[in-house]
């Protein structure tokens, strides 16, 4: 009955570690794919911090991403994405005129592509440091008002507007950070930690390893002899 337990045991570690490091590979890739190398962020900004005025940049917000998510469907690389946004200039621009006509005012709308400075911030699972990265910058009129910012490519904006306090793979804000590095963090295990099942949880973890160690040492021992 012991073995059976203890085998049983063994074979649930062994299924989680490989779990474990596939989520590992998934992350790594992750990392890869939005390095900050990678990404084309969207900065707007508001005429200015009136109500009204900041209601207005979120229409804006909502118009652009809309207009971004059609052209940025299937696209893979980010110099693609750079072209499309040149391609469309007048089109995003008068995009966000438009609506802002609709709403009732007047402002213009300056639009600008280039290396801007950003601040630590959180998207749908992965955290950017503060730096320097290649954006979209929106200014609604005299833009003045407090600014609203996402990563626009890869897509990450729209997930962002949709992203809920319980959302599974969420970061929080790092500090530590270097220029450059993304640190991605999943809630879900963050949270079983804390409570008492998951504590109990990962007692049992860490003694399936250690007695899947006990009988894997042994074993790999004997195979090294009797290759001998």
Same mark, same amino acid.
């Given at each position: 009955m012991v073995c059976k337990v203890t085998r049983t045991r063994i074979i649930i570690a062994c299924i989680i570690l490989s779990l474990g490091l596939s989520l590992g *590979? +998934?992350?790594?890739? /992750?990392?890869?794919? *939005?390095?900050?190398?990678? +990404?084309i962020r969207l900065h707007i900004l508001a005429n200015s911090n009136s109500p009204a005025d900041q209601d207005l940049k979120l229409i804006v917000r909502n118009k652009i991403l809309a207009a971004a998510n059609s052209l940025f469907s299937g696209v893979l690389e980010k110099e693609q994405a750079i072209r499309l946004i040149n391609d469309n200039w007048d089109f995003i621009r008068n995009t966000a005129r438009e609506v802002i006509e609709q709403s009732g005012y007047d402002y213009d709308v300056k639009l600008e592509l280039g290396d801007f400075t950003f601040p630590d911030r959180?998207?749908?699972? $992965? /955290? $950017?440091?503060?730096?320097n990265y290649q954006a979209l910058r929106v200014v609604i009129g005299e833009g003045k008002g407090d600014n609203w910012w996402c990563v626009l490519f890869p897509p990450l904006c729209f997930a962002d507007l949709?992203?809920?306090p319980e959302e599974d793979a969420v970061v929080k804000l790092a500090?530590?950070?270097e220029e450059g590095d993304i640190e991605i963090r999943w809630k879900f295990w963050e949270r079983l930690g804390e409570t008492e099942y998951g504590q109990s949880l990962q007692e049992w973890w860490r003694a399936s390893l250690n007695i899947a160690k006990s009988y894997a040492l042994p074993m790999l021992v004997t195979e090294e002899e009797s290759n001998q």
């Amino acid at each position: 009955m012991v073995c059976k337990v203890t085998r049983t045991r063994i074979i649930i570690a062994c299924i989680i570690l490989s779990l474990g490091l596939s989520l590992g *590979f +998934l992350s790594k890739r /992750t990392q890869e794919a *939005f390095d900050s190398s990678n +990404l084309i962020r969207l900065h707007i900004l508001a005429n200015s911090n009136s109500p009204a005025d900041q209601d207005l940049k979120l229409i804006v917000r909502n118009k652009i991403l809309a207009a971004a998510n059609s052209l940025f469907s299937g696209v893979l690389e980010k110099e693609q994405a750079i072209r499309l946004i040149n391609d469309n200039w007048d089109f995003i621009r008068n995009t966000a005129r438009e609506v802002i006509e609709q709403s009732g005012y007047d402002y213009d709308v300056k639009l600008e592509l280039g290396d801007f400075t950003f601040p630590d911030r959180s998207y749908a699972g $992965l /955290t $950017l440091p503060a730096g320097n990265y290649q954006a979209l910058r929106v200014v609604i009129g005299e833009g003045k008002g407090d600014n609203w910012w996402c990563v626009l490519f890869p897509p990450l904006c729209f997930a962002d507007l949709e992203e809920e306090p319980e959302e599974d793979a969420v970061v929080k804000l790092a500090t530590h950070l270097e220029e450059g590095d993304i640190e991605i963090r999943w809630k879900f295990w963050e949270r079983l930690g804390e409570t008492e099942y998951g504590q109990s949880l990962q007692e049992w973890w860490r003694a399936s390893l250690n007695i899947a160690k006990s009988y894997a040492l042994p074993m790999l021992v004997t195979e090294e002899e009797s290759n001998q």
